[in-house]
């Protein structure tokens, strides 16, 4: 019985410092292979901004269901930049809720 205990013991030790040293490898192919991704240049004058992020982020649920069924996509490529991602982000956070309500205290 005391040889069982020893050997899982021995074996979840092994298995956490194998983790260890594989999630820190994942991470670092994910970061070369992201490291490769290029992506088109803007072919139009008009480039989503502020207010197209906002709309974009306010309607990313909805986009996020149709873009199993169509060739929709939740976020616009070309965009105004810093802007958009800004504006994205105020109209996710509109219809996510924020995140100020929970840390709110209660009683």
Sequence with gaps: MGFRFQALKMG???FKRSWRILLPML???A???AGCATQ???S???LPGFFSG???GFLMPFSFI???FTDVRIYSFPNAGRWYDFG???GAMMIWGGGGAAGKRRG
Excluded: E, K
């Design 27 to 29: 991470a670092l192919v």
């Design 31 to 33: 970061l070369a292979m």
């Design 44 to 46: 139009s004058g008009h």
């Design 66 to 68: 149709a873009s199993f």
């Design 12 to 14: 979840t030790q092994m």
């Design 88 to 90: 994205f982000i105020i």
């Design 40 to 42: 088109p240049h803007p």
């Design 54 to 56: 906002v709309l974009h």
